[in-house]
């Protein structure tokens, strides 16, 4: 992206450290939210969804993951 490995570093460091924010904010809720419940593996009955709105989203992404490991992959392409 910059050209360097220097800069690209730099950038994942500052993600890095992003992430580690957003964790720190939300992990208090998130702990409310999953230990009040019985976890049992079943997220359907944790979040209390319809199974198909989580087995849609699923074969979307799995059949999209499919189809683009499915496609010629060139070296010599420009992708930039």
Known sequence: ???EGKKDSILAV????????IYAMTISSIKRIFLSYEI???IKVLFKLN????????ATIFISVIYLL???????RNVF
Not at 70 to 76: A, G, K, Q, V
């Open 1 to 3: 992206m910059f050209g």
């Open 14 to 21: 500052f993600g890095m450290f992003l992430g580690i924010f």
């Open 40 to 42: 049992t593996g079943n």
């Open 51 to 58: 199974h198909w709105v989580i087995i849609l989203p699923e």
């Open 70 to 76: 499915n496609n010629p992959y060139s070296d010599s």
